[in-house]
Structures are given as C-alpha cells and as structure tokens.
C-alpha cells in the first residue's frame, strides 16, 4: 500500500499502457465495416447483448448498453443476421466497398410469435458465447426467469443466478450469494450504473430488483472488465428496461405475497418516453386482520407487522441524433414491527439512487458518456420499553461523477476508457437512548468520510479470426483519516479458437476493495454497517487466474464449457472471538485480518433449441481463510466453503399454450463450529452451575448436505387486448427439510430438571410450498 507520495509511480506506468495502446492502434486502414444498432420493433427500445454476425465467415458481434455494434470485414458482399432472444432474426445482404468507407445498417426486430420461437433462436447467441473474448460471466434476461420455478411464486432474477454454476446461495431461499469463495460484501451490485449496498428485502429472500423493470443480468466471476472495480469477487451489473417508444403498456402480476404492476410509453414520440415500476407485498394486511380477531384470546401472541415495497423509474430524452439524456431512479423500504405490553419494536432499512446519464455520439466510431449519480442505505432500529426509547441508526451514502468512451477502430480494435470518483459518507452505529432521567440519557457513533477514485483502459483486439484478447488496466485510489491507498489492477483475457466450434480462453485480474461489511453473525435482522479503509484497515486485495474450454456441438445446440480457477486474497477481514460489533466506539479494535484462498472447476452443459431446454451445472471447489489469531493459526474453510454443488434445470413446452419447468439442486453441507466439550463450574457453596462451551477446529463440522426439486407451469391464457398467463409452481415438491442454522440444546432429567447432557438440533424454514401468479400485459 502506498502513500500519497508515492503515486507517482503508478501514474507513470498508466499513462505508458495508454501510450502503448494508442502505439498499437492503427493510424489508418482501408478495411470496412457495418455498424449500425439493433432495435426493438415494436418499442424502439435498444436491445443490448444482440448478435449481429456473418455466419459464412464465423465472424460476430453483440451490440453494447445503446444497442451499437459494429463488425470488421472485408470488401464485398456479404449476408448479416441479426438475432436477439424472444425476437425473430432479420437477414440482410450488404455490401461493403474497398476504398475503407462504412455503411450504416439499422435492425429492428419483431417480437417472436411464440415461446418456440424464442428457445430456438436462442442458439445464435450460443455461438456467440463461444466466440466471445470474455469468460466466467453468466447472463440472464426477465424472459427466461420468468420460466423458472420460484418461491412464493415471486420470480428474482439473483436468485435465478444461483442456479449457475460457482454462484452459491448464503442460505436456502436466500438472495445473498457468495462467488468462487469470495464474502457476500465481494460482490458489486450495480442498478443502472449506480451501487446498491443491500440488495434485499424480506431479510434477504427477495431481491430489489423488480423483475417487471429490469431488462436483464450479467455477472461476472472473472477475467473483470476494466470499468468494474471496487470489489473482489463478482460483478452483478442490473440494466433497467428503457420503456416503449411507440405506444402506452401496462403490465404486472398478482401473486401470493405481492402484487406488481409497469406502465411505459411515450411522452413525445421519437423523442422521450418513460417507464415506472411499483411492487409491495400485502402479508400486513393479513396479519394485521388476524391480531385484530385474536387481541381477545388469554395466550393470544400477537404476529409482527412485516411489509416492504419498491419503485423505480426511466426516463429518456433524445435531443437529437447526437445527444440523449437519461434519468433513472430507485426507491426502496423494509418495515418490521411488534407491539405487546408496552414493548414497542421497529426495524426499516432500504436504499435509494438516482442517476442522470447524458450520451454523446461525435461519430459513428467513438461514443462518450458523461453520469452523475447518488445512492445511499441506511437502517433505522427503534425500541421502546416503558420511559425508555432507543434508536440505532447506520448508513453509507455515495455522490458519484464518471465518465466513460467507446471508440470503435478499424483493424479490430475496440477502445474503452474512462474516469470516476465518489465521495463516501460513512455513519456508522449511532445510537440514541433517552428516558425521564436526563442523567440515563446516551449517544454514541461514528462519523467517517472519504474519497475513491478510478481511471481506466482497455482494448478488445480481434487479432484475427481465430484469435482475440481484451487487455486493460485500472488505476485505483483511495483516501480516508488522513491515509491515501492506490493501486494497480491489470486484467487480461484471451481466446483462440481451436475449429469453429471449440475455443480455448484464459483469463488474470487483480482487485481492490475500499469498503467492508461488518455483520453481526449472531443478528437475525440485518443490520450491516459498511466500514471504510482508514490507517488500521487496509484494503482487501485479490488477484484470480481462470483457464477455460467452450464447444458446440450437436449442430449448435448444445454448449459445454469447463472452467478452472484459483484465487488469492489478502486483508481479509474477521473478528476476535466475542467481538463487540455495536455500541462500540473503537471498532477497529476488533478487526483481525488474514489471507485466503478458494479453487475450484465449474463444468457447465446448456441447451436451448428444441421443445425441452436447460442446463446442467456441476461446480468442485475449495475455499479457506487464514488468521493468526484464529483456530491456531491454522487455515480452516469458511462457512461457504460448499465441495459439491450440482444444478439441473429443465423447460418443456408441451403446446403453444402450456410450459412446464423444473429445477434441482444439490449442495454439499456448509461448515460450521460446535463444541466439543462443555467445562462446568461452581461457586464456594457448590450453586450457580455454569457450562463454558469448549471449541477446537473452526468451522470443523458440516451440516447435511441440502437439495431441493422445484416445480412450475405457464399457462397463456387467450385475452383480446394483449397478454396473460397463469403461472404455478410448487418449491421444495417432497418436502426435504434443509438445514438453515444448528443450535445447541439442554437435555435435561424429567424428575430432577438437571441437566444431564447437550444436543444439537437443526431448523430448517421452508417445507413444501405452492403458489399461483396471474401476469398480464397490455
């Protein structure tokens, strides 16, 4: 780590890659190229991660965030496809001239008439995939989650995600994940450009992205673009739907516990247009009726009141053809409560963001984007006893300014550069207590702020039809309590193709992590405190190599791919046994820091043309961490550390009209500490027995392994003003009761009331559950 006086270096070293990469670009070059976007028909909406190809040649591309693609080829003529999942491709014959010029060529796809249509056009992006110079990155779009089974019958998008391969669940039914052995706060979570720092609700089943306005996900677990820093271990970058251009829609849901509903369209048409999302669940309603018509029963308990509800927001403004702005917002909240006997209990917790984007085109081959954007989550804990109250209150709020340009040359070269810099406000465990006695009244907390900044480039070279590298470096800094962190980040990937249907690819990135989760292990709500690096807490660091296989076969429409990695990571970060996470002003003092490692290989078969579609993913992995003070200074797995993780997913379209899903999991048991032993004690006169748990190996057990077959059905229905469907589903079909936490109960004598031994005991949360939604849109 270095100081501000010591930057100097490293800035030298970035401006000579940007020299390099600019020595390396062509000055001139007579070779042509389409370029153009790809539209949706019916919306005008930019349809992002489309593929535009040659397919006589094998060469391809996918359109970026405005749906702008643009494709290297030789003079003469030339036959084009462009293809998008859930619309019908278009097939266009071009002719590029041999004096260097670029033709333009705009495709604006129709929707797909029906479900088989999508799967089987599905099968161009495969081809893509296997061509495409990134690897260990997964993509999902709100068409195909809508098929998968889900619980309660709310579809989620994270969720979804953890049915990929190296993407594990932080417990059953959970949205929390943990990738290739990194911490739930490794994972960069991006709406629209813009963090979001808790990206759950309904203490962590359900994700804040509504799937009615996100047009798609993409994850990475490796080999990170250069733009992405901030985290170690996976980006999950959410792009909310644009809205139609063309007409007024409404679509949304009725489920079990919540309710959705999306209305987009025009303002001006061909100029602006907007879409707004809202979602809220109504168990409160229920639970509320029931205390009322129970408050008169002697042993009646009354049930907390639990509701959360999200909004979020698009605007588009296109000036003129060469500059657009655009506004997006979110705003989500969690609500608990209890009330009995003077006991008076609230939690609230929740983010909010907002991003205004403006783009400009200064030609057909270089793009620029200016954003500002701001985000904050906080948590609001209150109790009230009798004279007493009690707030405790967390936050973290961020004020960001980026910039970033697209430059697409000729000779193969696509150029990605761009700078940003966020300020961080840090509130960390304030807490109020006051009462009718002034001389009981307490405040504590913290206050920190500091400053992050990120300058970056990168190159997408085609070097020629059967190899590609994406080669770039980010430089990163950090400042807070009067220290200055920075640090280099190169990433590089490759891919050579074997034949047109098999390539090899390799990736390395580093990473650097400013800020860091400090969770209670021992809270059941989620109270998360975000802590910045200062003087005593360095950044975490993590560097990972991944070496990969990708093959088509069966006429395209399978795809197998089998990836190996390993990565190290540096200031990991834990705490001394018995720490005090709240209350405490000197929280540093509990930090402990270690290194750590996971390894592991994901093999992954996907099908998606024909009737039945799907994919099976198998993932074998090690994850350890390693401190000092802890477990003797010998490494021990962490509590994800997961050997066996298998995932089937299989869709069948059995007419036009009905679909039926299924989904299977496999995980091996989590690791986890228990006594060995129990030492007892007692005072002088041989009363007030006491037992102190006595631990050996950390993590040294592991729970029963879990799995789970979820099952579901889609069911168009016939409406004559758009479209609906029913969708059921059926979670965890015979009722396999996983296990979600061990506790360790008394045994005791039934004529004496003495404790005689100890027994673990396992609880587990979800049985079997059904559920129905009606969708509709129009």
Same mark, same amino acid.
């Given at each position: 780590?270095?100081?501000?006086?010591?930057?100097?270096?490293?800035?030298?070293?970035?401006?000579?890659?940007?020299?390099?990469?600019?020595?390396?670009?062509?000055?001139?070059?007579?070779?042509?190229?389409?370029?153009?976007?790809?539209?949706?028909?019916?919306?005008?909406?930019?349809?992002?991660?489309?593929?535009?190809?040659?397919?006589?040649?094998?060469?391809?591309?996918?359109?970026?965030?405005?749906?702008?693609?643009?494709?290297?080829?030789?003079?003469?003529?030339?036959?084009?496809?462009?293809?998008?999942?859930?619309?019908?491709?278009?097939?266009?014959?071009?002719?590029?001239?041999?004096?260097?010029?670029?033709?333009?060529?705009?495709?604006?796809?129709?929707?797909?008439?029906?479900?088989?249509?999508?799967?089987?056009?599905?099968?161009?992006?495969?081809?893509?995939?296997?061509?495409?110079?990134?690897?260990?990155?997964?993509?999902?779009?709100?068409?195909?989650?809508?098929?998968?089974?889900?619980?309660?019958?709310?579809?989620?998008?994270?969720?979804?995600?953890?049915?990929?391969?190296?993407?594990?669940?932080?417990?059953?039914?959970?949205?929390?994940?943990?990738?290739?052995?990194?911490?739930?706060?490794?994972?960069?979570?991006?709406?629209?450009?813009?963090?979001?720092?808790?990206?759950?609700?309904?203490?962590?089943?359900?994700?804040?992205?509504?799937?009615?306005?996100?047009?798609?996900?993409?994850?990475?677990?490796?080999?990170?673009?250069?733009?992405?820093?901030?985290?170690?271990?996976?980006?999950?970058?959410?792009?909310?739907?644009?809205?139609?251009?063309?007409?007024?829609?409404?679509?949304?849901?009725?489920?079990?516990?919540?309710?959705?509903?999306?209305?987009?369209?025009?303002?001006?048409?061909?100029?602006?247009?907007?879409?707004?999302?809202?979602?809220?669940?109504?168990?409160?309603?229920?639970?509320?009726?029931?205390?009322?018509?129970?408050?008169?029963?002697?042993?009646?308990?009354?049930?907390?009141?639990?509701?959360?509800?999200?909004?979020?927001?698009?605007?588009?403004?296109?000036?003129?053809?060469?500059?657009?702005?655009?506004?997006?917002?979110?705003?989500?909240?969690?609500?608990?409560?209890?009330?009995?006997?003077?006991?008076?209990?609230?939690?609230?917790?929740?983010?909010?963001?907002?991003?205004?984007?403006?783009?400009?085109?200064?030609?057909?081959?270089?793009?620029?984007?200016?954003?500002?954007?701001?985000?904050?989550?906080?948590?609001?804990?209150?109790?009230?006893?009798?004279?007493?109250?009690?707030?405790?209150?967390?936050?973290?709020?961020?004020?960001?300014?980026?910039?970033?340009?697209?430059?697409?040359?000729?000779?193969?070269?696509?150029?990605?550069?761009?700078?940003?810099?966020?300020?961080?406000?840090?509130?960390?465990?304030?807490?109020?207590?006051?009462?009718?006695?002034?001389?009981?009244?307490?405040?504590?907390?913290?206050?920190?702020?500091?400053?992050?900044?990120?300058?970056?480039?990168?190159?997408?070279?085609?070097?020629?039809?059967?190899?590609?590298?994406? +080669? &770039?470096?980010? $430089?990163?800094?950090?400042?807070?309590? *009067?220290? #200055?962190?920075?640090? @280099?980040?190169?990433?590089? =990937?490759?891919?050579?193709?074997?034949?047109?249907?098999?390539?090899?690819?390799?990736?390395?990135?580093?990473?650097?992590?400013?800020?860091?989760?400090?969770?209670?292990?021992?809270?059941?709500?989620?109270?998360?405190?975000?802590?910045?690096?200062?003087?005593?807490?360095?950044?975490?660091?993590?560097?990972?190599?991944?070496?990969?296989?990708?093959?088509?076969?069966?006429?395209?429409?399978?795809?197998?791919?089998?990836?190996?990695?390993?990565?190290?990571?540096?200031?990991?970060?834990?705490?001394?046994?018995?720490?005090?996470?709240?209350?405490?002003?000197?929280?540093?003092?509990?930090?402990?820091?270690?290194?750590?490692?996971? +390894? &592991?290989?994901? $093999?992954?078969?996907?099908?998606?043309? *024909?009737? #039945?579609?799907?994919? @099976?993913?198998?993932?074998? =992995?090690?994850?350890?961490?390693?401190?000092?003070?802890?477990?003797?200074?010998?490494?021990?797995?962490?509590?994800?550390?997961?050997?066996?993780?298998?995932?089937?997913?299989?869709?069948?379209?059995?007419?036009?009209?009905?679909?039926?899903?299924?989904?299977?999991?496999?995980?091996?048991?989590?690791?986890?500490?228990?006594?060995?032993?129990?030492?007892?004690?007692?005072?002088?006169?041989?009363?007030?027995?006491?037992?102190?748990?006595?631990?050996?190996?950390?993590?040294?057990?592991?729970?029963?392994?879990?799995?789970?077959?979820?099952?579901?059905?889609?069911?168009?229905?016939?409406?004559?003003?758009?479209?609906?469907?029913?969708?059921?589903?059926?979670?965890?079909?015979?009722?396999?009761?996983?296990?979600?936490?061990?506790?360790?109960?008394?045994?005791?004598?039934?004529?004496?009331?003495?404790?005689?031994?100890?027994?673990?005991?396992?609880?587990?949360?979800?049985?079997?559950?059904?559920?129905?939604?009606?969708?509709?849109?129009?």
């Amino acid at each position: 780590m270095l100081n501000l006086n010591q930057m100097r270096p490293y800035l030298h070293l970035f401006l000579c890659f940007l020299l390099f990469l600019f020595l390396k670009l062509p000055a001139h070059a007579q070779s042509s190229s389409i370029r153009g976007y790809v539209r949706a028909a019916d919306s005008g909406e930019p349809l992002i991660g489309a593929t535009v190809s040659v397919p006589a040649l094998g060469k391809g591309t996918v359109t970026d965030v405005n749906g702008y693609y643009m494709l290297p080829l030789p003079a003469g003529e030339h036959t084009l496809q462009a293809s998008y999942i859930g619309y019908t491709p278009i097939t266009r014959r071009a002719h590029t001239p041999a004096d260097g010029k670029n033709k333009n060529i705009v495709f604006l796809l129709e929707p797909a008439n029906n479900e088989l249509k999508e799967v089987e056009i599905a099968s161009n992006s495969l081809r893509q995939r296997l061509n495409d110079t990134r690897m260990s990155m997964e993509v999902l779009t709100t068409r195909e989650a809508k098929l998968l089974p889900a619980l309660f019958g709310e579809v989620d998008l994270v969720k979804a995600m953890q049915l990929k391969p190296g993407i594990q669940a932080s417990s059953e039914g959970s949205t929390g994940m943990y990738v290739r052995g990194g911490g739930a706060d490794q994972n960069l979570m991006q709406l629209d450009g813009t963090t979001i720092y808790n990206a759950s609700h309904l203490f962590g089943f359900f994700s804040v992205f509504n799937p009615e306005s996100v047009k798609s996900v993409e994850l990475y677990k490796g080999g990170f673009p250069a733009q992405f820093g901030g985290r170690l271990s996976s980006v999950v970058d959410v792009t909310l739907n644009e809205g139609n251009n063309e007409r007024v829609g409404t679509a949304g849901s009725l489920g079990l516990i919540s309710s959705k509903l999306t209305i987009d369209g025009p303002i001006k048409k061909d100029k602006a247009n907007f879409i707004v999302s809202g979602r809220r669940t109504y168990v409160d309603v229920f639970t509320r009726q029931i205390n009322r018509l129970s408050e008169d029963n002697e042993d009646y308990s009354p049930i907390p009141d639990y509701y959360f509800y999200d909004l979020s927001g698009k605007l588009n403004y296109q000036l003129d053809d060469e500059n657009k702005l655009t506004l997006s917002a979110y705003y989500g909240r969690d609500f608990f409560s209890f009330s009995e006997d003077g006991f008076n209990f609230g939690f609230d917790w929740g983010n909010r963001m907002a991003n205004l984007r403006w783009e400009h085109k200064f030609s057909d081959q270089l793009f620029a984007s200016a954003s500002v954007n701001a985000t904050k989550y906080n948590y609001n804990l209150k109790n009230a006893i009798d004279a007493y109250s009690l707030k405790l209150t967390s936050d973290i709020e961020d004020y960001t300014f980026k910039t970033d340009f697209d430059w697409f040359l000729e000779g193969g070269h696509s150029l990605k550069f761009g700078s940003s810099v966020t300020r961080h406000y840090f509130g960390i465990g304030h807490l109020n207590v006051n009462s009718d006695d002034d001389r009981l009244n307490y405040t504590a907390g913290n206050n920190y702020h500091a400053s992050e900044f990120g300058v970056y480039a990168s190159d997408d070279y085609q070097i020629n039809a059967l190899f590609s590298l994406n +080669y &770039g470096l980010r $430089l990163s800094a950090f400042n807070s309590g *009067g220290r #200055t962190y920075t640090g @280099l980040e190169p990433r590089i =990937s490759a891919k050579y193709n074997l034949d047109e249907n098999t390539a090899i690819k390799g990736s390395y990135a580093s990473m650097m992590q400013y800020v860091h989760l400090v969770s209670n292990s021992g809270a059941t709500l989620p109270t998360d405190v975000w802590y910045p690096s200062t003087k005593n807490v360095e950044p975490q660091r993590s560097q990972q190599i991944a070496l990969g296989f990708t093959k088509l076969f069966a006429r395209g429409r399978f795809l197998l791919t089998n990836e190996a990695y390993y990565k190290w990571m540096h200031n990991q970060l834990d705490f001394r046994d018995g720490a005090n996470l709240f209350l405490n002003n000197n929280l540093e003092a509990e930090f402990l820091f270690g290194k750590g490692n996971s +390894y &592991g290989n994901e $093999l992954y078969l996907e099908k998606v043309k *024909g009737k #039945t579609t799907g994919w @099976l993913g198998y993932t074998l =992995s090690w994850t350890f961490r390693q401190f000092d003070e802890i477990n003797g200074g010998r490494p021990f797995p962490t509590r994800y550390d997961r050997r066996h993780d298998v995932s089937l997913v299989l869709m069948h379209k059995l007419n036009k009209r009905l679909s039926v899903t299924a989904s299977f999991v496999y995980g091996s048991g989590t690791a986890y500490s228990l006594p060995v032993a129990r030492f007892a004690f007692q005072d002088m006169e041989g009363k007030g027995a006491s037992m102190v748990p006595i631990y050996e190996e950390r993590n040294g057990f592991r729970l029963p392994p879990t799995h789970r077959l979820d099952l579901g059905a889609v069911l168009k229905l016939k409406s004559r003003h758009g479209e609906a469907d029913l969708t059921f589903g059926v979670y965890n079909v015979y009722n396999r009761r996983n296990p979600y936490f061990v506790y360790i109960d008394h045994v005791k004598d039934e004529e004496s009331s003495q404790i005689t031994g100890f027994q673990a005991k396992q609880v587990s949360l979800f049985p079997v559950v059904p559920s129905i939604t009606y969708n509709f849109k129009f």
